[in-house]
């Protein structure tokens, strides 16, 4: 509903406004002021969107109360009411900003034509703003999705740079120059606080945040050049645990990452934070990887080398038998420096532990393996070890025992049927029951490029056959193929074609022509 305020020293002509402006305009709310003070007064309660000003009044001028409300309530428009003998204040209203005016006397059909120019301003102002915000909100769930890809993308897959590259173009970076990781590990039954941890890392504008794997939600943060390493994580992780209640807190936990000096480096920063989680039980519910105990030198260089190998990836990547030679190596070489049993037991347990996690974050449902007796000897401490390494590449084959064939399809189809639409690799691989990592892997595996790729070249295709139609914009096509900004479009189609869409259209049409 519009609000509008009648401000004149005369009450007959205040009287004769209102009556000329209800009228007319038989929905708008309308109050009056008989001078500048009460003017102002009115405003700060009424908030009017449109001032009818007379010039000349008593006291305070109507310029000078134009320009008194104009400096606390810029959204406010004017018109002036004005008799011949003062236009040249007219004038000057309008320099202020005024949008019109109204002479005295005037006939009542020219006072309803001038203001209802300007209501409907105000009118498609409102519509604007509300486009605008559905715009925004549009955009903002489209930067979440792309979000939560790129941290997948960037923790669990390898992915072709240069459309890696456009979707981190999206994303408002606090800083590259560096980061790392922060995994909090859940309790079960606390997955609806997803959106509030979100929700408190947005609110930080500190890194990105991925999407929930089982327990496990992983965190870029981007390092703050104001603070240290250790206390920014530690603040962050400290607002973290705020969220969990007294009833959940004793699952909470969250391992904290090195700081890596690029993106390209970020997977090792989240496979440190995962170690780091190993041993949730601690007093503190958080810990850094740098943190985690070590023991012997010779074996400590191992674990070292394994992980740069990515350990887990080898789990993702159903890459076993170097499963089970790592935790192999690593008994001996305990056993070589004359280590306790016991002690080597529970190391071999930490990287057993952390295997389980890697399948659990996959979709593996699978118990945690644990040692069910005391080992006596190192003979027994590998039969054991082989036993629980065989339990696992069982759960994994039986859970990934399909028709991949017939999933490829699914995928394939379903792709080329919503290429329009926000697909993320999260959902894709809700809609057929698998791990993302999985479905990107197996997608890769059989199609020779990533859904990424895919993806992009159905919409591609798609917007080379809709500009075979001069009536379409260019504008127009980037929407219906899926993209929400023209320009982003462009940069893709010319990535995908080497030349722009306009020239691709230049090309074809001129085709047509002959």
């Known amino acids: 509903m519009l609000k509008l305020l009648i401000v004149d020293d005369e009450q007959i002509e205040r009287e004769g406004m209102q009556a000329i ?13 008989k001078n500048g003070m009460m ?3 009115v405003t700060e309660e009424f908030q009017p969107d449109l001032i009818l000003m007379d010039i000349k009044m008593p006291g305070i001028t109507g310029l000078e109360t134009m320009e008194q409300i104009i400096a606390y309530h810029p959204a406010v428009k004017f018109i002036m009411v004005t008799a011949y003998d003062t236009f040249e204040y007219v004038r000057q209203a309008i320099q202020l900003g005024a949008k019109d005016y109204v002479l005295k006397p005037s006939k009542a059909s020219e006072i309803v034509v001038t203001v209802g120019k300007v209501l409907e301003q105000i009118e498609e102002e ?3 703003q509300v486009r605008r915000k559905v715009q925004q909100e549009a955009l903002q769930k489209t930067l979440s999705l792309v979000e939560t890809d790129v941290v997948t993308q960037l923790l669990f897959e390898h992915v072709h740079e240069v459309h890696l590259d456009m ?15 922060m995994l909090v590990m859940l309790p079960k039954g606390s997955e609806h606080l997803y959106s509030a941890i979100k929700k408190k890392i947005r609110g930080t504008r500190s ?4 999407a929930l794997y089982g327990s496990q939600l992983p965190i870029i943060v981007f390092r703050d050049s104001d603070k240290s390493y250790r206390s920014q994580a530690t603040s962050l992780a400290r607002e973290i645990l705020t969220i969990a209640n007294s ?11 090195s700081v890596c000096s690029s993106l390209d480096l970020i997977r090792q920063s989240y496979h440190d934070a995962l170690i ?3 041993d949730t039980g601690l007093p503190v519910k958080y810990r850094f990887y740098s943190d985690v105990p070590v023991v012997g030198e010779v074996c400590n260089g191992d674990l070292n080398k394994h992980q740069k190998k990515e350990f887990a990836d080898q789990i993702r990547l ?3 038998e170097q499963v089970r030679q790592y935790m192999m190596n690593m008994i001996q070489c305990y056993e070589n420096e004359r280590a306790e049993l016991l002690h080597t037991q529970q190391r071999v347990q930490e990287v057993l532990w952390v295997s389980s996690r890697v399948l659990s974050e996959m979709g593996v449902e699978i118990e945690t393996p644990m040692y069910s007796f005391s080992i006596l000897d190192y003979r027994q401490l590998r039969v054991e070890t082989d036993l629980l390494h065989e339990r696992m590449k069982q759960s994994y084959f039986k859970h990934y025992d399909r028709k991949e064939a017939d999933t490829i399809h699914q995928l394939k189809r379903y792709i080329i049927e919503h290429s329009h639409e926000d697909i993320t690799l999260d959902g894709l691989a809700k809609k057929v029951g698998l791990s993302p990592i999985y479905i990107s892997k197996m997608f890769k595996e059989k199609q020779g490029v990533n859904y990424i790729d895919f993806l992009t070249e159905c919409r591609i295709e798609k917007a080379k056959k809709l500009m075979a139609n001069p009536e379409k914009s260019i504008k127009e096509i980037t929407f219906e193929v899926g993209y929400h900004d023209p320009n982003y479009f462009s940069k893709v189609f010319k990535k995908m074609t080497n030349v722009s869409p306009k020239e691709y259209r230049k090309t074809l049409l001129g085709n047509k022509v002959y």
């Not at 209800?22 to 009056?32: A, L």
């Not at 009833?247 to 990452?257: E, L, R, V, Y």
């Open 247 to 257: 009833k959940a807190d004793k699952g909470w936990f969250i391992g904290i990452g």
């Open 276 to 278: 780091a989680t190993m």
């Open 167 to 181: 979707l981190v173009e999206m994303l408002e970076t606090p800083s590259r120059d560096e980061m790392f990781v």
């Open 39 to 41: 003017a102002m007064e």
């Open 21 to 33: 402006l209800e009228k007319g305009f038989p929905g708008i709310v309308i109050k009056q002021a």
């Open 318 to 320: 159903g890459q076993w």
């Open 126 to 128: 409102r519509r604007q």
């Open 207 to 210: 890194g990105w945040i991925g």
